[in-house]
C-alpha cells in the first residue's frame, strides 16, 4: 500500500513538471471544456438555415461569431457539436478499440500455444485489411447511422496493433519472477490477472488508450469526410464535407473550412505530444535530466 | 607500459544530486601486470572502466589524472579519447554477448571498424585469423552474423577484437560472471595468454569473484564504496591482508573442504552506503570493528609494505 | 525463409478469401431488396431499360439459385475477371472503370509513399544528432501525422491553388484536353498531379520521421553502439550502423500503414476531384452503384495484400537474419 502511494506521487510529480504532458493535455482539455460548454453559449441549431443574405465572416456579427455557412448557418454551433461528436467518437471508438485490443492480446499472450496462434493470425488478418475499405462498404449499405453505430465501427477495426502490442506485454510480464513466485504460493491464474499483471500494464493501457482516441478520431473524420458518418447530427468532418461540396473554397468562405480542421489536427497532435509526456513519466530512462 | 592513476573523481549525475561513485583513486599498474578489481556490487569497479575509456554522461568527471605509457588520457574529452581507445586502451565489455551489430557479418563489421580507426583489414586480417584459431573459433566466424554464434563464442570473439590492435591496457568487465565454472576457468587462462604472448600489456580484470582472481591475476585491487581499500600481490591479499574490509571479505569465502558443522560463513552485518551524500571520512567506518574517531577522516592510501597499498588508520604506511 | 514466407502468403490468401466473402455478404444481409433498391436507383422509368435490368440483376444476384451456388458463381466470376457492370456508368464494364481510374492512383501513392518515407527516414535520423533539430522536427512531425489527409488537401488547394493561383485544383489534366502524347499535355498532367501528391507525401511524411527518431536513438544507445564508441569508433560509422538497423522497423511499418495511407489517397483525390480509385469509389457511393463499390473495394484489399507481400519481400532482403533462417515473426 505504502509502496504503491509513494509510486503514485513519484508520478504526480513527475507528471507536473513534463513540458510535453502540460502542453498536449492544456490543449485536449480547452477542446474538452468547449466541446462541454460551447453549444450553450449559442441558441442557433448547427443545421439550421438561420441567416439570409450572403455568407457572414467571423465576427462581423454577434449572432455568428464564427460567422455563416453559404446556406445561412452558424459555423460557431456547428464547430461546438461537431467537437462533441468528436470526443464521443473518438471516447466510445477508441475505447473499444483499446478493450478488444486488450483481451484479444492479453488471452493470446497469456493463454500460448494453439489459443495464441488463432488470435495471432486473426489480428494479422484484420491488420492487413484496410480499416477505411471495410468501414466503407459496412457504411455504403446503411441507410441509417447514428454516432454510436459509427464509434463501434471503428472500435472494432482499429484494435489490431493494439492486440499486437499489449501480446508482446503480456510475454514480457507473463515471464517475470513476480508471477512465477505467485503461481508458487498457488495463486490462481484469474487472481494472478488482476493483482500482480494488470498494475503493470496499467500505464501502458493509458498510452494506448490515448493513441487509439486519436486514431478514432481521425478516423471518424475521414469516414464523416466522404459522407458515410452519422446520417443526422453535425461533425467537424461533415463540415468539411459541406464545404468543399459547396464551392467553400472557391467561395473563399474559409471560415467553413478551416476551424474543423485545425481542431483535428491540434486535438490529435495534442494527444500525441501527451502520449509521449505520459512515457517519459511512466519511464524513468527517457526523462530528461 | 605502466598506468598511473592519480586522485580520479567520477560522479554520477542524477535528478537528486550526484552520486560520488568513484572519490579520490590512485593507484599505479606496472608493465605486463595483471590486476583483479574486486569489490561489491556498486563498489566503484565498472565506474572506474567506464571512466578510462567510455566517460560519457551520466558519468561526470570531476578531478584527477590518468597517465598511460607517459602520455595523459584525456579522458574528460570524448572526441580526443578516440586516438587511444582501441590502440591504447581497450575493453571487453560486460554485455560482450551483445556487443556485435546483429545485421553485419563479423568479418565485415571488424573490416569496417579497422578502416574507420585508420587500419587496413588485409594487414590486420593474418594476425586475426591465427587468433581466432587461438581462442577456439573457426576461421568460418568471420562470415557469419553474431546471431549465428552461441553466447560464450560472441565473448571470445568479442576478446579478440578488442584486442586486435594490441592494446597497452586491456579491462575485462565481468566477462565470468554469466559463465559456468570450467569455462569460467578457460576465459580467464585465455586472458593470461593474451598477456603473455603480448597481445595486451597489462590488464584489469573486474570481478566480484575473488576466486577467479586468485587463479589469474598478479594483484587485486579491492574496492569499497567508491574508495579504494586495499591493494596488494594476490597472495597477499588472500593469506594476510590488512585492511579491515578485506579481512572480513576474505574470511567470508567459503573454503573447500570445510562444513558448516565446522565453522560457519561470516558476513559483513550491515549495508553499504548510499553515495549521494556518503558519510565523512573512511566509507567502511559504520561496518568496521576497529573503527575509531581518526576515522572521520578519509584515510590515505599508502604503501605499508612494497607494493602493499592500503587505505586505513589503523595501518600507518612507511611514509606515516 | 519457406516457413516465414509460408505464414504470410497464407495470411494474405485468407485474409482475400474473407474479404472477398465480407464483400459478397454485406449485400444479403443489408435490409431491403437489393434488386428493387437497385432498380430504384437507376432513376430510369423507360420499361426496356427497367426488364432487362431486372432481368440483369436478378441473375447476377442469383436470387434464385441456392445461397450456396451464388457464392460459388461469385467467386467463378470473380475468377473470370467480371466485376460486373457499373450501374453509375452503365455500360462500362466495373473492371473497366477500375483500370482507368488505376494509373492516377499509382501515379499518386507510389512517388508519395516512397519519397515521404525516405526524406522522414532522413529527417528522424538528423534529428537524433543535435538537440535543436530534434526540437522542430518533432513538433513538425506531430502536427504533420495528426492532421487528417482532407485538411491539408484542402489547405493546399485553397492556399496555393485558388489563394495564389499556382495550381488547378480539379481533375488530372485540363478539361479541354484529350490524353495525347505532347508536352502540353504532360505539363497539363504534372500541374494537376501535384497538389494532390504534395498533400500526401507533406502527411505520411510527418509519421516516418516520428517514427524513425524514435527507432534510431534507441538504436544508438544499444549495446552494440557502445561498444563500437567504447573503441573509439567515429560517430560516423555508429550512426551508419544506427541507421541500418533502424530501417528494419520502418521497413514493417510501412507494411501496417498501409491501409491509412491508401485512405489518405482516397480522400485527398475527393478533394481535388482526382479521377483515381477514391473518387470513382465516392461517386459509386453516392450513385449506390453496389457493382462498383464491391469492385473497388476487391480491388484495393487486393492492391494492400500484393504490396504487403511486396514489403514483406523487402524485408528479407534487407535483414541478413531472415535470410540465414533464424528470425520468424519479429516483422
Redesign the interface.
Known amino acids: 500500500m505504502e509502496k504503491n502511494k509513494k509510486k503514485r506521487n513519484e508520478f504526480l510529480y513527475f507528471a507536473f513538471r513534463n513540458h510535453k504532458l502540460r502542453i498536449g493535455l492544456l490543449i485536449v482539455v480547452f477542446f474538452l471544456v468547449m466541446a462541454i460548454i460551447g453549444p450553450s453559449f449559442t441558441e442557433n441549431d448547427p443545421l439550421s438555415f438561420i441567416h439570409r443574405g450572403a455568407p457572414l465572416k467571423p465576427f462581423q456579427s454577434e449572432d455568428f461569431l464564427f460567422g455563416t455557412t453559404v446556406f445561412g448557418q452558424d459555423v460557431y454551433s456547428q464547430f461546438v457539436h461537431g467537437l462533441r461528436a468528436t470526443f464521443v467518437v473518438g471516447a466510445i471508438g477508441g475505447g473499444l478499440a483499446t478493450l478488444i485490443g486488450v483481451i484479444v492480446g492479453f488471452v493470446g499472450g497469456y493463454m500460448g500455444g494453439k489459443t495464441d496462434e488463432g488470435l495471432n493470425?486473426g489480428t494479422?488478418?484484420v491488420?492487413?485489411?484496410?480499416?477505411?475499405?471495410?468501414l466503407?462498404?459496412?457504411s455504403?449499405?446503411?441507410?441509417v447511422r447514428g454516432i454510436l453505430l459509427e464509434s463501434i465501427f471503428i472500435g472494432c477495426t482499429a484494435w489490431p496493433?493494439t492486440a499486437r502490442a499489449v501480446r508482446a506485454q503480456t510475454f514480457s510480464l507473463r515471464a517475470r519472477e513476480f508471477v512465477d513466485l505467485a503461481k508458487m504460493t498457488g495463486m490462481k491464474s484469474l487472481k494472478i490477472i488482476f493483482k500482480e499483471i494488470a498494475p503493470n500494464m496499467m500505464s501502458y493501457l493509458l498510452l494506448v488508450f490515448i493513441l487509439q482516441f486519436?486514431g478514432a478520431t481521425?478516423n471518424a473524420?475521414?469516414l464523416d469526410?466522404?459522407?458515410?458518418g452519422p446520417t443526422e447530427g453535425i461533425s467537424l468532418?461533415l463540415m468539411?464535407n459541406h464545404?468543399?461540396a459547396h464551392s467553400a473554397?472557391?467561395l473563399?468562405i474559409?471560415w467553413w473550412?478551416?476551424p474543423?480542421?485545425?481542431a483535428?489536427?491540434?486535438i490529435?497532435?495534442a494527444?500525441?505530444?501527451t502520449n509521449v509526456g505520459l512515457d517519459e513519466v511512466f519511464n524513468p530512462k527517457l526523462?530528461e535530466? | 607500459m605502466s598506468l598511473h592513476v592519480e586522485n580520479l573523481k567520477v560522479y554520477y549525475q542524477t535528478l537528486s544530486g550526484d552520486v560520488r561513485a568513484l572519490d579520490g583513486a590512485t593507484f599505479d599498474i606496472a608493465d605486463g601486470e595483471i590486476m583483479g578489481l574486486a569489490g561489491e556490487s556498486g563498489c566503484g569497479k565498472t565506474t572506474l572502466a567506464h571512466s578510462l575509456i567510455r566517460l560519457t554522461p551520466p558519468l561526470k568527471f570531476i578531478g584527477g589524472r590518468v597517465e598511460l605509457d607517459g602520455e595523459e588520457l584525456p579522458i574528460a574529452d570524448m572526441e580526443k579519447m578516440d586516438d587511444f581507445r582501441f590502440r591504447k586502451i581497450s575493453i571487453v565489455p560486460q554485455y560482450a554477448m551483445n556487443a556485435l551489430n546483429p545485421t553485419r557479418k563479423i568479418g565485415k563489421m571488424t573490416a569496417e571498424l579497422l578502416a574507420s580507426k585508420g587500419a587496413k583489414m588485409k594487414d590486420v586480417e593474418p594476425e586475426l585469423r591465427r587468433r581466432l584459431d587461438l581462442v577456439g573459433l573457426t576461421q568460418d566466424v568471420l562470415d557469419m552474423y553474431p546471431i549465428e554464434l552461441s553466447g560464450g563464442m560472441k565473448q571470445r570473439m568479442v576478446m579478440v577484437l578488442s584486442t586486435l590492435l594490441d592494446p597497452s591496457l586491456l579491462m575485462a568487465d565481468e566477462i565470468t560472471s554469466a559463465l559456468d565454472v570450467s569455462t569460467q576457468k578457460a576465459v580467464a587462462e585465455m586472458l593470461v595468454e593474451f598477456r603473455d604472448r603480448q597481445f595486451v600489456k597489462s590488464m584489469i580484470i573486474i570481478t566480484h569473484d575473488i576466486s577467479i582472481l586468485y587463479q589469474v591475476a598478479d594483484t587485486i585491487m579491492i574496492m569499497y564504496a567508491g574508495q579504494l581499500a586495499e591493494k596488494a600481490s594476490k597472495e597477499t591479499i588472500i593469506e594476510s591482508p590488512r585492511h579491515p574490509y578485506t579481512k572480513m571479505l576474505i574470511s567470508s569465502l567459503p573454503q573447500v573442504g570445510v562444513q558448516v558443522n565446522d565453522t560457519r560463513l561470516k558476513g559483513i552485518p550491515g549495508t553499504p552506503p548510499q553515495l549521494l551524500e556518503p558519510p565523512k571520512g573512511c566509507r567502511f567506518r559504520a561496518r568496521c570493528p576497529l573503527a575509531f574517531d581518526k576515522c572521520l577522516e578519509v584515510p590515505p592510501f599508502v604503501e605499508v609494505d612494497p607494493g602493499h597499498m592500503v587505505a586505513c588508520w589503523k595501518e600507518p604506511g612507511k611514509n606515516a | 525463409m519457406r516457413r516465414y514466407f509460408g505464414r504470410k502468403v497464407l495470411i494474405y490468401l485468407l485474409t482475400f478469401f474473407i474479404a472477398v466473402t465480407i464483400d459478397w455478404l454485406i449485400p444479403r444481409f443489408m435490409p431491403g431488396d437489393p434488386v428493387l433498391s437497385m432498380l430504384g436507383r437507376v432513376g430510369t422509368a423507360h420499361p426496356d431499360t427497367v426488364n432487362a435490368m431486372r432481368e440483369y440483376f436478378t441473375r447476377v444476384f442469383g436470387l434464385d439459385v441456392p445461397f450456396w451456388q451464388q457464392y460459388l458463381n461469385f467467386w467463378a466470376s470473380l475468377l473470370r475477371g467480371d466485376l460486373g457492370v457499373s450501374v453509375y456508368r452503365f455500360p462500362q464494364s466495373v473492371v473497366d472503370v477500375i483500370m482507368n481510374a488505376v494509373p492516377y492512383d499509382i501515379a499518386l501513392l507510389v512517388p508519395s509513399i516512397l519519397l515521404s518515407w525516405i526524406a522522414g527516414n532522413k529527417f528522424g535520423a538528423y534529428a537524433a544528432r543535435r538537440k535543436w533539430l530534434d526540437n522542430t522536427v518533432l513538433p513538425l512531425g506531430y502536427t504533420l501525422t495528426a492532421t487528417p489527409y482532407m485538411w491539408l488537401a484542402i489547405l493546399l488547394a485553397w492556399g496555393l491553388g485558388i489563394k495564389l493561383d499556382l495550381f488547378p485544383i480539379a481533375g488530372a489534366y485540363a478539361f479541354d484536353m484529350a490524353p495525347h502524347w505532347s508536352w502540353r499535355f504532360i505539363s497539363s498532367v504534372l500541374h494537376h498531379w501535384f497538389l494532390p501528391f504534395a498533400s500526401l507525401f507533406l502527411v505520411n511524411l510527418g509519421g516516418w520521421a516520428i517514427g524513425m527518431r524514435n527507432v534510431i536513438i534507441y538504436e544508438l544507445e544499444a549495446d552494440y553502439s557502445h561498444y563500437l564508441e567504447a573503441l573509439g569508433a567515429p560517430q560516423k560509422l555508429v550512426r551508419k550502423y544506427a541507421y541500418r538497423n533502424a530501417l528494419l522497423p520502418q521497413i514493417t511499418g510501412l507494411a501496417l500503414q498501409l491501409g491509412v495511407i491508401v485512405a489518405g489517397a482516397l480522400v485527398t483525390e475527393v478533394v481535388f476531384s482526382y479521377p483515381g480509385i477514391g473518387f470513382q469509389l465516392l461517386a459509386a457511393i453516392q450513385n449506390q452503384d453496389y457493382f462498383l463499390i464491391q469492385g473497388c473495394f476487391l480491388f484495393i484489399i487486393s492492391g494492400v495484400l500484393l504490396a504487403n507481400f511486396i514489403i514483406d519481400i523487402a524485408y528479407v532482403i534487407v535483414d541478413p537474419r531472415t535470410r540465414r533462417g533464424m528470425t520468424g515473426e519479429t516483422a
Not at chain 1, 491488420?127 to 471495410?134: D, K, Y
Not at chain 1, 455504403?140 to 441507410?143: D, R, S
Not at chain 1, 469526410?225 to 458515410?228: D, R
Open positions: 493470425m494479422n488478418i491488420l492487413v485489411i484496410p480499416t477505411l475499405a471495410v466503407l462498404i459496412i455504403a449499405y446503411l441507410e496493433w486519436g481521425l473524420a475521414t469526410f466522404i459522407g458515410l468532418g468539411m464545404a468543399v473554397l472557391l473563399d474559409w473550412f478551416i474543423p480542421g485545425f483535428i489536427t491540434a490529435v497532435g494527444l500525441y505530444v526523462r535530466m
